[in-house]
């Protein structure tokens, strides 16, 4: 039963994170367990003030997974993340905000409106940036300075090529905002 549940969620983990779709995730209740690592997995995260961020596995005996040991490390230190899986603890919206676990806070009436109004303003800009910041920002905690910036140079030459980067240049020109075509994903 695990494997196949992990079977599932890693390959979408996998897709959230090298995506060119901005995820905001909106949090209105409990999250723990795989649906706390697709929480995370998201380029946004916004919830309710009642919302609750769990650590469950080791009252289940069980390790972490949903590639919590990646992702919450990144948003909020490797000893916070340490103390939440070994203290098997549970973090209010606040205390979730305040550790970088959260983006936002929301009265929850509000909470699916502002949720489209991040995924909305972010998912404006070129599909090729948007891709390509998630990946140089994910490889960023793993490579040496050197290999960041020649990992950021192929990823700029390539874009630097696309109708994308056309629309960027003539947009600066002519003073207004750019128009991107979006992507075969959106």
Known sequence: MVQEMTDTLHPLLLRIRTSDTVFVCAINGSAAGGGLGLA????????????????AFFSLGLSPDGGMTWLLPRLVGNQAAKSFFFNSETWSAEQA???????EVIDGEEL????????????????NSRRGTKQLLDASTSTFFETQLQFEQALMIASSQ??????????????????????EEE
């Open 40 to 55: 995370l997995s998201a380029d946004y995260r916004v919830s309710d003030p009642d919302a609750k961020l769990a650590s």
């Open 97 to 103: 905000l305040e550790k970088g676990a959260l983006d």
């Open 112 to 127: 699916v409106k502002r949720a489209v109004e991040v995924a909305r303003e972010w998912g404006h800009w070129s599909a």
């Open 162 to 183: 696309t109708s994308d980067f056309v629309e960027g240049v003539r947009a600066f020109k002519e003073k207004r905002e750019p128009s991107f075509v979006a992507s």
